[in-house]
């Protein structure tokens, strides 16, 4: 078991442990236990029927009878949502959150809320095993998809390396049957993270916002620039008077002021533009993005939060791929968090894109070797060396027969390259230090089998454009000495002695007596502590990817619980 399923785990444990007082259950009558082991697919002398296995979809169907046959066994077969009257307060509890899933980015018809509801309302004590059973079925999709998300997110969704968390159903049913206070615990199943919350709050104020209609399109033209006047501006005023960009429309409307001059800064800095002012190409067509359209962003990154550890560390790294940006969080489990350091990053290309995971920072280096992936000696190197085989010794590279051991090296020009081809490229190729070096001066270590590490960079100008999608797939850092000093300070390096180690050129791994949790993400919406709602383009489309397979996977949850009623029947 991972630590971050541990820490679920453990934090489940813990609730149960909390909530639970006197066994809290509905009395079964003996007719209520045979109808309701019928539903179940069990005889009346305890032994099992075959559950339905099949290739579409009810392996999941069969999964759950399983594990609701063994939980009402172990309940004696009494009733966690209804006695013979109707429904029990827990339920009333249940119906009632479910209906407020959608302010979670749920939908509560994917649990049949209308049919349980209508059911307690309307209740027909001949359907009650067939209710219990249905409830318990909503209910363990539901707590299990508002805790860890509605998919593991490994599912179905490529260069995501998150370990899947999802909760035991038959552990959330025992805890729902054993809550003192049923409600508290219904409520402390989403995410306890700030960082949730805020984007709840978010998904909350954008959807206000569309109940009021949303806003109206800015029309196209030439950039408007400050001290300009224009009558678009005043479509501008409009625009951002909605999200409380601005605050009132101005004396003048069509002329570009201060006030409109900081409330365009103010929208480019939560939409990750350059803060320029001007409202150019970019900015106006974030600007005429739907609000429906934001809102399916925040519903997206709410699932993404799902899947996160509850615990990040008390100080970690964080980098968000779709943002670009690099930040260390300290004091991350007290009641004021603090960001000590901001940089933007350069990440990988769309067609090398930088994957989601966690690892943990445990060394550094000065002045590294770039051991050039075989990947791209193959495919970016080879067609080069075929051309001009002096490439190599130019750009202080090393032609290696054997990995990493520079006394194999030999002559470039001694090579039949004409005979070499992608399949049978025997050599490895890796540069020497210096200010020449890919990877720059320092780099930053956080194991993983997809080698991806933080590091310098020889291509400085790029951290100047907007959109920073360049590498192969690791992470270029602006400010890598002062990265480096921090992350280095308990081992006793400071600026100076990281300096005067990169004149030498000679290659030296610090061990860090730090080590430092680093998780690569990807957000395209998310809340500051400021109250600021950002968003950022789906450069990976990865947005349009975990949409479908939500898609698919809500339907084939709703199916299954629809479809489950009276699996004995069917059995």
Same mark, same amino acid.
């Given at each position: 078991?991972?630590?971050?399923?541990?820490?679920?785990?453990i934090?489940?444990?813990?609730?149960?442990?909390?909530?639970?007082?006197?066994?809290?259950a509905?009395?079964?009558?003996?007719?209520?236990?045979?109808?309701?082991?019928?539903?179940?697919?069990?005889?009346?002398?305890?032994?099992?029927?075959?559950?339905?296995? *099949?290739?579409?979809?009810?392996?999941?169907?069969a999964?759950?009878?399983?594990?609701? !046959?063994d939980?009402?066994?172990?309940?004696?077969?009494?009733?966690?949502?209804?006695?013979?009257?109707?429904?029990?307060?827990?339920?009333?509890?249940?119906?009632?959150?479910?209906g407020?899933?959608?302010?979670?980015?749920?939908?509560?018809?994917d649990?049949?809320?209308?049919?349980?509801?209508?059911?307690?309302?309307?209740?027909?004590?001949a359907?009650?095993?067939?209710?219990?059973? #249905?409830?318990?079925?909503?209910?363990?999709?539901?707590?299990?998809?508002?805790?860890?998300?509605?998919?593991?997110p490994? &599912?179905?969704?490529?260069?995501?390396?998150?370990?899947?968390?999802?909760p035991?159903p038959?552990?959330?049913?025992?805890?729902?049957?054993?809550?003192?206070d049923?409600?508290?615990?219904?409520?402390?199943?989403?995410?306890?993270?700030?960082?949730?919350?805020?984007l709840v709050?978010?998904?909350?104020d954008? !959807?206000?916002?569309?109940?009021?209609?949303?806003?109206?399109?800015?029309?196209?033209?030439?950039?408007?620039?400050?001290?300009?006047?224009?009558?678009?501006?005043?479509?501008?005023?409009?625009?951002?008077?909605?999200?409380?960009d601005?605050?009132?429309?101005?004396?003048?409307p069509?002329?570009?002021?201060?006030?409109?001059?900081?409330a365009?800064?103010?929208?480019?800095?939560?939409?990750?533009l350059n803060?320029?002012?001007?409202?150019g190409?970019?900015?106006?067509?974030?600007?005429n993005?739907?609000?429906?359209?934001?809102?399916?962003?925040?519903?997206?990154?709410?699932?993404? &939060?799902?899947w996160?550890?509850?615990?990040?560390?008390?100080?970690?790294i964080?980098?968000?791929?779709?943002?670009?940006h690099?930040?260390?969080? #300290?004091?991350?489990?007290t009641e004021?968090?603090?960001?000590?350091?901001?940089?933007?990053?350069?990440?990988?290309? !769309?067609?090398?894109q930088?994957?989601?995971?966690?690892?943990?920072?445990?060394?550094?280096r000065?002045?590294?070797?770039?051991?050039?992936?075989?990947?791209?000696?193959?495919k970016e190197?080879?067609?080069?060396l075929k051309?001009?085989?002096?490439?190599?010794?130019?750009n202080?590279?090393?032609?290696?027969t054997?990995?990493?051991?520079?006394?194999?090296?030999? *002559?470039?020009h001694?090579?039949?390259?004409?005979?070499?081809?992608r399949?049978?490229f025997?050599?490895?190729?890796?540069?020497s230090?210096?200010?020449?070096?890919?990877l720059?001066?320092?780099?930053?270590?956080?194991?993983?089998?997809?080698?991806?590490?933080?590091?310098?960079?020889?291509?400085?100008?790029?951290?100047?454009?907007?959109?920073?999608y360049f590498?192969?797939?690791?992470?270029?850092?602006?400010?890598p000495?002062?990265?480096?000093?921090?992350v280095?300070?308990?081992?006793?390096?400071?600026?100076?002695?990281?300096?005067?180690?990169?004149?030498?050129?000679?290659?030296?791994?610090?061990?860090?007596k730090? !080590?430092?949790?680093?998780?690569?993400?990807?957000l395209t919406?998310?809340?500051?502590?400021d109250?600021?709602?950002h968003?950022r383009? *789906?450069?990976?489309?990865?947005?349009?990817?975990?949409?479908?397979?939500l898609?698919?996977?809500?339907?084939?949850?709703?199916?299954?619980?629809?479809d489950a009623?009276?699996?004995?029947?069917?059995?």
């Amino acid at each position: 078991m991972s630590m971050t399923e541990k820490t679920r785990a453990i934090a489940l444990a813990m609730a149960v442990l909390l909530a639970t007082g006197g066994f809290a259950a509905a009395q079964s009558s003996d007719a209520f236990k045979a109808a309701l082991m019928a539903e179940l697919g069990m005889r009346a002398d305890g032994t099992r029927e075959a559950v339905k296995d *099949d290739a579409k979809g009810a392996k999941s169907e069969a999964g759950e009878t399983l594990i609701l !046959r063994d939980l009402y066994a172990k309940l004696d077969f009494r009733a966690l949502w209804f006695t013979d009257k109707g429904a029990t307060a827990r339920a009333k509890v249940f119906i009632d959150r479910l209906g407020r899933a959608n302010a979670h980015g749920l939908n509560p018809e994917d649990y049949l809320h209308g049919r349980l509801a209508k059911a307690m309302s309307a209740f027909d004590p001949a359907k009650r095993a067939d209710l219990e059973v #249905t409830m318990s079925r909503a209910f363990a999709r539901y707590a299990a998809d508002i805790n860890a998300g509605r998919i593991g997110p490994n &599912r179905a969704i490529p260069n995501l390396y998150v370990p899947p968390v999802r909760p035991d159903p038959e552990r959330l049913l025992l805890a729902a049957a054993k809550a003192a206070d049923f409600a508290a615990f219904v409520d402390g199943l989403p995410p306890r993270t700030p960082q949730y919350a805020r984007l709840v709050k978010a998904l909350a104020d954008y !959807r206000a916002i569309e109940a009021r209609g949303g806003w109206k399109p800015v029309p196209t033209g030439p950039t408007l620039k400050p001290g300009m006047t224009d009558p678009r501006l005043a479509n501008v005023r409009e625009r951002l008077m909605v999200t409380g960009d601005l605050k009132e429309m101005g004396a003048k409307p069509a002329f570009y002021d201060k006030a409109l001059i900081a409330a365009v800064k103010r929208f480019q800095f939560r939409h990750g533009l350059n803060e320029d002012g001007n409202i150019g190409k970019g900015t106006l067509a974030a600007m005429n993005i739907p609000v429906d359209v934001k809102i399916r962003l925040q519903v997206l990154n709410l699932e993404r &939060r799902r899947w996160m550890p509850p615990d990040l560390g008390d100080q970690y790294i964080f980098v968000n791929i779709a943002d670009q940006h690099l930040k260390w969080v #300290t004091r991350a489990n007290t009641e004021k968090p603090k960001t000590i350091f901001v940089s933007r990053v350069v990440v990988g290309k !769309r067609y090398h894109q930088t994957p989601v995971f966690s690892g943990t920072m445990s060394f550094a280096r000065v002045n590294p070797h770039w051991n050039v992936p075989q990947s791209i000696a193959r495919k970016e190197m080879l067609p080069k060396l075929k051309r001009d085989p002096g490439y190599l010794t130019r750009n202080h590279f090393l032609l290696l027969t054997r990995p990493i051991d520079n006394d194999s090296a030999v *002559d470039p020009h001694s090579v039949d390259w004409a005979s070499m081809s992608r399949s049978n490229f025997p050599y490895f190729i890796r540069q020497s230090p210096g200010p020449w070096n890919a990877l720059g001066r320092i780099i930053f270590m956080f194991p993983n089998p997809h080698n991806i590490f933080i590091h310098d960079t020889t291509s400085r100008s790029l951290f100047a454009r907007e959109r920073r999608y360049f590498s192969h797939g690791c992470i270029r850092i602006q400010q890598p000495i002062k990265f480096g000093e921090m992350v280095l300070a308990p081992n006793d390096w400071d600026r100076k002695r990281i300096e005067e180690t990169v004149k030498t050129r000679e290659e030296l791994q610090i061990n860090l007596k730090r !080590r430092l949790p680093v998780h690569i993400t990807y957000l395209t919406a998310w809340s500051n502590k400021d109250g600021t709602h950002h968003f950022r383009p *789906d450069i990976y489309k990865r947005d349009k990817t975990l949409a479908e397979v939500l898609s698919n996977v809500d339907q084939a949850a709703k199916r299954a619980i629809t479809d489950a009623a009276g699996p004995g029947k069917s059995g």
